[in-house]
């Protein structure tokens, strides 16, 4: 067995046993803690929501348990079990030429993956999320969605992968120079793009009605000088009862988007609160380090992709007869979570520094008291844990647990 062979089985079973561990501790902790409501939110929250939380928590974790194991047996079976090398061959056949064959065997593996996912999509939305009351998709919208997806990514990927593939082939040694800029070209293209021409292909975007809500929020807005292309409601409910609120876009067509789910269980002075928080997130540039991190991490990938591709031993000894370039950009694509999964980790820390940060803000430009009650009401309504393990949350959780990041608020507010 070739070296790297055993290198990588050995860095998926270790990252799939971390994952799993950590998964079962999170069920654990959260069934420890599941008969009574920590003392903290013993006003403000029932057992009966508490439970639900518990268990719609320990539902997650058995479905995310089973689909961690059927994708790294997946993993296996594209790699070292063949199937990659199969459907290599069958495109082979074609007698294409190598840039046709590469986007062929590229899209067929896109599509043959998006197609293992799609039961256990199902099965979420519409067995879990309809169990705890929180789905409102049918099967309809589900498979329109899906449709559009495809045809989006189509449209987007095709000249994309050509572009980056002929750059491999053509542009000589510093071809991954060429193909980060056009990626990064690219990626602040789609910011721009995304509010504009993609999000309302999926969902139908109104401008904020007049009212005590538009008018806290446009005085928010002014006393903190933030320029946007206006406050947008988003028809969230036509998929889920979660409740959100998200930025796009940048410049001068930022859009700030509330899903209705959310203001319809908010008062305005919430509303105002939340939409502070995430203006905390633009004034302490958290949205610009976020894009230098990606860019970086995209610098880095493709640095080793270039080097990785010239060895014979990344493509023997992942199950690959035939060097080629598609094939490298395919197997770096599959191998490398297993390989920066302690990323992570790391990335989940740096964005709670960064949601302590914006709750700051948020208590210096609002109020620190409506935030923490917005943020009780959306555990609540979100079935979202107020018990995590604290190594699961470490180790995974963009935001901070709810007791910590509610302690932090009363210090700050
Ligand atoms: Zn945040």
Same mark, same amino acid.
């Given at each position: 067995?070739?070296?790297?062979?055993?290198?990588?089985?050995?860095?998926?079973?270790?990252?799939?046993?971390?994952?799993?561990?950590?998964?079962?501790?999170?069920?654990?902790?959260?069934?420890?803690?599941?008969?009574?409501?920590?003392?903290?939110?013993?006003?403000?929250?029932?057992?009966?929501?508490?439970?639900?939380?518990?268990?719609?928590?320990?539902?997650?974790?058995?479905?995310?348990?089973?689909?961690?194991?059927?994708?790294?047996?997946?993993?296996?079976?594209?790699?070292?079990?063949?199937?990659?090398?199969?459907?290599?061959?069958?495109?082979?056949?074609?007698?294409?030429?190598?840039?046709?064959?590469?986007?062929?065997?590229?899209?067929?593996?896109?599509?043959?993956?998006?197609?293992?996912?799609?039961?256990?999509?199902?099965?979420?939305?519409?067995?879990?999320?309809?169990?705890?009351?929180?789905?409102?998709?049918?099967?309809?919208?589900?498979?329109?969605?899906?449709?559009?997806?495809?045809?989006?990514?189509?449209?987007?990927?095709?000249?994309?992968?050509?572009?980056?593939?002929?750059?491999?082939?053509?542009?000589?040694?510093?071809?991954?120079?060429?193909?980060?800029?056009?990626?990064?070209?690219?990626?602040? &293209?789609?910011?721009? +793009?995304?509010?504009? @021409? =993609?999000? %309302?292909?999926?969902?139908?975007?109104?401008?904020?009605? *007049?009212? $005590?809500?538009?008018?806290?929020?446009?005085?928010?807005?002014?006393?903190?000088?933030?320029?946007?292309?206006?406050?947008?409601?988003?028809?969230?409910?036509?998929?889920?009862?979660?409740?959100?609120?998200?930025?796009?876009?940048?410049?001068?067509?930022?859009?700030?988007?509330?899903?209705?789910?959310?203001?319809?269980?908010?008062?305005?002075?919430?509303?105002?609160?939340?939409?502070?928080?995430?203006?905390?997130?633009?004034?302490?540039?958290?949205?610009?380090?976020?894009?230098?991190?990606?860019?970086?991490?995209?610098?880095?990938?493709?640095?080793?992709?270039?080097?990785?591709?010239?060895?014979?031993?990344?493509?023997?000894?992942?199950?690959?007869?035939?060097?080629?370039?598609?094939?490298?950009?395919?197997?770096?694509? &599959?191998?490398?979570? +297993?390989?920066?999964? @302690? =990323?992570? %980790?790391?990335?989940?820390?740096?964005?709670?520094?960064? *949601?302590? $940060?914006?709750?700051?803000?948020?208590?210096?430009?609002?109020?620190?008291?409506?935030?923490?009650?917005?943020?009780?009401?959306?555990?609540?309504?979100?079935?979202?844990?107020?018990?995590?393990?604290?190594?699961?949350?470490?180790?995974?959780?963009?935001?901070?647990?709810?007791?910590?990041?509610?302690?932090?608020?009363?210090?700050?507010?």
């Amino acid at each position: 067995m070739h070296t790297f062979t055993f290198i990588f089985i050995f860095m998926v079973i270790a990252t799939t046993g971390m994952q799993l561990w950590l998964s079962l501790r999170q069920a654990k902790y959260v069934s420890d803690h599941r008969s009574s409501v920590p003392d903290e939110f013993a006003d403000k929250i029932t057992l009966e929501e508490h439970q639900k939380a518990a268990d719609y928590t320990k539902t997650k974790g058995i479905s995310g348990r089973i689909e961690l194991l059927i994708g790294t047996v997946i993993l296996f079976l594209w790699t070292l079990g063949g199937g990659l090398e199969w459907l290599d061959g069958l495109w082979r056949e074609a007698n294409w030429r190598p840039l046709a064959t590469g986007v062929a065997v590229l899209l067929s593996f896109t599509l043959i993956s998006s197609l293992i996912d799609i039961p256990s999509s199902l099965y979420n939305t519409f067995v879990i999320e309809e169990k705890f009351g929180f789905n409102k998709t049918t099967l309809k919208t589900f498979f329109v969605d899906m449709i559009k997806g495809t045809l989006l990514s189509l449209v987007i990927g095709i000249p994309l992968i050509l572009l980056i593939l002929w750059l491999m082939e053509s542009a000589g040694d510093l071809w991954w120079l060429y193909a980060w800029a056009a990626l990064t070209v690219f990626s602040i &293209l789609m910011m721009w +793009a995304y509010p504009k @021409f =993609i999000a %309302p292909i999926f969902n139908k975007f109104k401008p904020l009605e *007049e009212g $005590e809500v538009l008018d806290r929020l446009t005085s928010l807005l002014k006393r903190t000088g933030f320029n946007s292309d206006g406050v947008f409601i988003m028809d969230g409910s036509k998929r889920s009862s979660h409740g959100n609120a998200y930025f796009t876009g940048f410049g001068k067509t930022k859009r700030i988007v509330f899903f209705d789910t959310l203001l319809k269980h908010l008062s305005p002075m919430q509303v105002e609160a939340v939409l502070a928080h995430e203006l905390g997130h633009f004034k302490r540039k958290h949205v610009l380090k976020g894009m230098i991190a990606s860019i970086t991490m995209t610098f880095i990938g493709f640095a080793v992709l270039a080097w990785l591709m010239k060895q014979d031993w990344f493509y023997t000894a992942l199950g690959i007869q035939h060097a080629s370039t598609y094939m490298a950009l395919i197997l770096f694509m &599959l191998i490398s979570p +297993a390989f920066t999964f @302690f =990323i992570g %980790p790391m990335m989940a820390r740096w964005s709670r520094k960064h *949601e302590f $940060e914006a709750d700051e803000f948020a208590a210096q430009q609002s109020d620190a008291g409506e935030l923490i009650s917005a943020l009780v009401s959306l555990y609540k309504k979100n079935a979202g844990t107020l018990t995590p393990d604290p190594l699961y949350s470490a180790f995974y959780d963009s935001h901070p647990p709810a007791s910590i990041r509610i302690a932090h608020l009363k210090s700050v507010g």
